[in-house]
């Protein structure tokens, strides 16, 4: 079946600007992930919903950044104000939000979009 | 969170095992160690989850000593197209994966 897609692939903007970023998860995963990842580092994560509930924002940076997933699928990652270290790519995880898992449950990650702050 | 560590890079030729080593000396109880693996301009997908002793599936194998304050990943007879980054993540259903660093893999013709 189809994959984790995001949209756009690469996204251009100029300092101070709004942008979306969104993302399609996998069909029926209720767990959606958003990361940002920097040259050379490792993702970092941003926030996690389960349904259509933000469950923990303890990632987002500052108040510039907002997500929401308002029908429990599609989910947009807002920044206000864009700074030219927002420039980063941003990759979005889905998985299946099985409850009481003792496992790691494996994520899958879309292709991210590589935002560019002018 | 288990912190873990991991080499930054190692560089391997074609049809050559490539063993990378994570040390996870605070792994707790009931900790799963989980191998991502990223490609350039792509997200991160998952190759091999292990709890102890070994791990074996299509892509890769996963040693987990007795102690499982380390374990190690092996690519069989790796291809040009082995060239990424892995993780070594540490955890019990935590829904924040932690990546690290990594350990970049080169492999040469």
């Known amino acids: 079946g189809a994959g984790v897609s995001q949209t756009p692939s690469n996204k251009v903007t100029e300092k101070g600007k709004y942008v979306e970023l969104r993302c399609d998860p996998i069909?029926?995963?209720?767990?959606l992930y958003w990361y940002r990842q920097s040259l050379g580092q490792g993702p970092e994560f941003l926030i996690y919903?389960?349904?259509?509930?933000?469950?923990?924002d303890s990632g987002l940076p500052n108040d510039r950044f907002f997500a929401v997933r308002p029908e429990g699928s599609v989910s947009t990652l807002k920044i206000q104000r864009t700074e030219r270290g927002d420039s980063a790519m941003y990759l979005c995880?889905?998985?299946?939000?099985?409850?009481?898992?003792?496992?790691?449950?494996?994520?899958?990650f879309g292709p991210g979009t590589r935002l560019l702050v002018l | 969170l288990a912190k873990t560590t991991q080499p930054i890079s190692m560089d391997s030729y074609e049809g050559q095992e490539v063993n990378i080593t994570c040390s996870h000396n605070?792994?707790?109880?009931?900790?799963?160690i989980t191998w991502y693996q990223q490609f350039p301009s792509q997200g991160p997908r998952f190759i091999i989850q292990?709890?102890?002793t070994k791990v074996t599936n299509e892509v890769a194998s996963l040693f987990i000593p007795a102690d499982r304050k380390s374990s190690t990943l092996s690519l069989p007879r790796v291809s040009l197209s082995d060239t990424a980054v892995y993780y070594c993540?540490?955890?019990?259903?935590?829904?924040?994966?932690?990546f690290g660093a990594g350990t970049t893999v080169t492999v040469r013709a």
């Open positions: 995880a889905s998985s299946p939000g099985t409850g009481g898992a003792t496992y790691q449950e494996t994520q899958y």
């Open positions: 993540l540490v955890g019990d259903n935590d829904y924040k994966l932690s």
């Open positions: 292990g709890y102890k």
């Open positions: 919903f389960q349904g259509t509930g933000a469950a923990d």
């Open positions: 069909s029926g995963h209720t767990a």
């Open positions: 605070n792994i707790a109880t009931n900790d799963y």
